[in-house]
């Protein structure tokens, strides 16, 4: 039976990451996976570019049930750390927005770099290959798992899970962490997808499909209080709901049955703006709106809203004026779901912190086994901020097994 230091389950981002700095310790490492290609979410992260890191990552950008956990761990490898790494490699990049970091030329890239890194620390890969069963022991203080696998069995000191969340089920998301988390008593969240598209009835929303393909800059919140978030991004109307980063960023925050609040034009105090332009101009109504918002956006709410295009402004009524402008400034609506993890880029929730070491990512109960990446419950933001958590995660790991 083979017998080695460390066996890393899912060779993704973390994995990758947690694979080489264990391997460069000098460690034994075989580095498994069931898909048949290496990180295929890095490969198609970014429109293909990965949006690798987030030059202004802290832990006000995650969402966790213990969002103090996560303070040191990326204190312990910062962007300028990842950054380091890349310059060894020559990878050019560039900051395309609010800091976010994108590879020049491809996410391939990045994949190589980590594959690099694992050949420098003799990282044995073995894939497409499952884990069929773990089992573990712990005899006099000295941990001892056994995996059956389509490769054979292999008896390691300590195992690393780093297979991810539910989203992408396409490219080979499993629940295969939280498997792993039942069989030894570890407490999960509840998984939930998120930066992910929100929908609505069909009913309800059918007066909006129209105006499928819209975007503009607007601010969006939901919650209240310590459960409140809140962004200014593009928002994107679809055939079936709301979508763009604005939409992406507050799915994380938004529970099922509540509302999001949308101002349309964070910039303009729109009933002020109607009053005035009542008082000041021969316009009809679409004409004027159409001076603040996107024509086909002005013309679709107000016919989605009843209200006459047509009409001079300055025959209406201030209270109707109000209430358009109300309508844009403050918009609220409850969503019916989201378009579920097939279109989720991340998963909230997972393996519970207040098990894991923040020193190590160990589980406190189970020495030797230690969970990363995705499957923990820190989520980050939408913007690279969820590959730092990966890279820092899991340099932790790797640095401790």
Not at 92 to 112: M, N, P, R, T, V
Not at 115 to 121: L, R, S, T
Not at 144 to 162: H, N
Not at 365 to 386: R, S
Request: hydrophobic share 40%; glycine share 10%; aromatic share 8%.
């Amino acid at each position: 039976m083979e017998q080695v230091d460390v066996v890393i389950i899912g060779a993704g981002a973390a994995g990758l990451m947690c694979a080489g700095v264990a391997g460069q310790r000098g460690k034994s490492v075989i580095l498994i996976d069931h898909a048949s290609a290496l990180a295929e979410k890095v490969r198609i992260s970014g429109g293909g570019r990965c949006n690798f890191t987030n030059l202004y990552t802290g832990p006000q950008n995650f969402l966790s049930e213990n969002p103090h956990f996560c303070k040191s761990i990326l204190a312990r490898y910062t962007p300028h750390d990842f950054l380091n790494l890349m310059k060894r490699y020559g990878i050019a990049y560039h900051e395309k927005h609010k800091g976010q970091l994108f590879c020049d030329d491809s996410a391939g890239q990045i994949i190589d770099m980590l594959a690099m890194e694992c050949q420098i620390g003799s990282v044995e890969i073995r894939m497409p290959c499952k884990v069929q069963k773990l089992s573990y022991s712990n005899i006099q203080g000295q941990p001892q798992f056994q995996l059956e696998t389509d490769c054979g069995t292999v008896q390691a000191a300590s195992v690393v899970i780093a297979t991810g969340g539910l989203s992408i089920p396409k490219i080979g998301a499993t629940d295969f962490a939280f498997r792993i988390a039942k069989q030894f008593d570890i407490p999960v969240i509840t998984p939930t997808p998120a930066l992910v598209p929100l929908t609505f009835e069909a009913i309800s929303w059918q007066p909006f499909v129209q105006l499928a393909g819209i975007a503009l800059e607007v601010d969006i919140e939901t919650g209240e209080k310590k459960q409140r978030g809140h962004f200014r991004e593009d928002l994107l109307f679809t055939h079936r709901g709301l979508s763009g980063p604005a939409v992406l960023q507050i799915s994380s925050y938004w529970q099922a049955n509540s509302e999001i609040r949308i101002n349309l034009l964070p910039e303009i105090e729109l009933t002020e703006q109607l009053i005035y332009e009542k008082s000041t101009s021969r316009k009809n109504l679409g004409n004027v709106l159409a001076q603040y918002l996107p024509t086909r956006l002005a013309e679709g709410w107000l016919q989605a809203g009843g209200y006459q295009a047509g009409q001079r402004v300055a025959d209406m009524q201030d209270k109707t004026l109000r209430s358009l402008g109300e309508s844009i400034n403050n918009w609220k609506i409850i969503p019916n779901g989201s378009e579920g993890y097939k279109k989720a880029e991340v998963t909230r929730g997972g393996i519970d912190t207040n098990t894991l070491s923040q020193k190590t990512m160990m589980v406190n109960k189970v020495p030797g086994l230690y969970f990363i990446g995705e499957a923990v419950d820190v989520t980050g933001w939408l913007g690279g901020y969820n590959f730092q958590w990966a890279w820092a995660s899991g340099v932790t790991a790797g640095r401790s097994v």
